[in-house]
T-cell receptor, first 111, second 113 residues
Framework: AQSVTQPDIHITVSEGASLELRCNYSYGATPYLFWYVQSPGQGLQLLLKYFSGDTLVQGIKGFEAEFKRSQSSFNLRKPSVHWSDAAEYFCAVGAGNMLTFGGGTRLMVKP | SQTIHQWPATLVQPVGSPLSLECTVEGTSNPNLYWYRQAAGRGLQLLFYSVGIGQISSEVPQNLSASRPQDRQFILSSKKLLLSDSGFYLC????????????FGQGTRLTVV
């Protein structure tokens, strides 16, 4: 069965600083990978997805993620964080009809 | 375009009372449908998923059940709520095949008192 690990439960960065959120997955075949963002009390919004091809994928709101098969990772990055990026971020792996989510990383942004 | 509706947005229920949360999808047919629960400070736990009418798969044993009476309707139920059922419940849909992203409703905040 597939699994997803997000090692960082909380991350605090200063506004304008760069950001990297880590995601490691376990899956026996080629994974379909996703990053979602959740604002407090809201549903999840898709930031970006990887199915195949270029391992660096661009998403909405200036986010990007890089798929590294050798490291079983799909880390999310943003060069300059804005205060509005404060939220919870979830990495997910898709297999068959199942989406398995990591435990989430809560991002706080300092002014 | 496709939309997903989930209601109610918030719910406070006493222990032992029944539960019914409803989710409907518009603008697509034969979607995969999902119920997730998000407990405070924790990730998303898949409770149920459905690939078609009347087809329900349960991922965790619990006192909750799900039903899919129509193609685009997914209902989460309980006969008797427990305190531990409190949480944020999210409905989602995806296309068939598993390689498409899931789209989420706005969630229901359930507090069992």
């Amino acid at each position: 069965a597939q699994s997803v690990t997000q090692p960082d439960i909380h991350i605090t960065v200063s506004e304008g600083a760069s950001l990297e959120l880590r995601c490691n997955y376990s899956y026996g075949a080629t994974p379909y990978l996703f990053w979602y963002v959740q604002s407090p009390g809201q549903g999840l919004q898709l930031l970006l997805k990887y199915f195949s091809g270029d391992t660096l994928v661009q998403g909405i709101k200036g986010f990007e993620a890089e798929f590294k098969r050798s490291q079983s990772s799909f880390n999310l990055r943003k060069p300059s964080v804005h205060w509005s990026d404060a939220a919870e971020y979830f990495c997910a792996v898709g297999a068959g009809n199942m989406l398995t989510f990591g435990g989430g990383t809560r991002l706080m942004v300092k002014p | 375009s496709q939309t997903i509706h989930q209601w109610p947005a918030t719910l406070v229920q006493p222990v032992g009372s029944p539960l019914s949360l409803e989710c409907t999808v518009e603008g697509t047919s034969n979607p995969n449908l999902y119920w997730y629960r998000q407990a405070a400070g924790r990730g998303l736990q898949l409770l149920f998923y459905s690939v078609g009418i009347g087809q329900i798969s349960s991922e965790v044993p619990q006192n909750l059940s799900a039903s899919r009476p129509q193609d685009r309707q997914f209902i989460l139920s309980s006969k008797k709520l427990l305190l531990s059922d409190s949480g944020f419940y999210l409905c989602a849909w995806s296309g068939q095949g598993g390689h498409t992203e899931a789209f989420f409703g706005q969630g229901t905040r359930l507090t069992v008192v």
